[in-house]
């Protein structure tokens, strides 16, 4: 009921509670949600935990300052482009959704996003 009050179909429900039950998870665009909260807590009374997709700009700055990097072996380290890591940090661009995904994995995974980038000699 839930996610019937947010917009989702009864049997979208149906079948996003199924999904729950085969695989442990599911993945939902809620349609309307008035306070993440109370829906967090409905779910939670269902059993289930609710996560929110992270939808807050990284700021580049800040990130590479943090793992001690110059914007040159930032760039390097995770396969950006220079030109793109300089403009997000003095704001003439912002990363599109993509990069912004793979900034997050960096922010919480600096040093497996940095061997993903790494390719044996041998």
Not at 40 to 63: D, M, P, W
Request: some cysteine.
């Amino acid at each position: 009921m839930a996610l019937a009050k947010r917009g989702i179909s009864m049997l979208r429900a149906k079948r996003i509670a199924e999904e729950i039950l085969d695989t442990g998870k599911a993945i939902i665009r809620l349609p309307m949600v008035e306070n993440e909260r109370v829906l967090a807590r409905e779910l939670e009374a269902a059993g289930c935990a609710a996560f929110a997709i992270a939808a807050r700009q990284i700021n580049v700055r800040e990130l590479r300052e943090r793992l001690g990097l110059t914007q040159e072996q930032f760039a390097w380290r995770y396969g950006l482009d220079l030109d793109a890591v300089r403009n997000w940090e003095h704001e003439r661009r912002t990363p599109d959704l993509a990069a912004q995904s793979y900034l997050r994995v960096i922010a919480r995974l600096p040093e497996e996003a940095s061997q993903a980038q790494e390719e044996s000699l041998s």
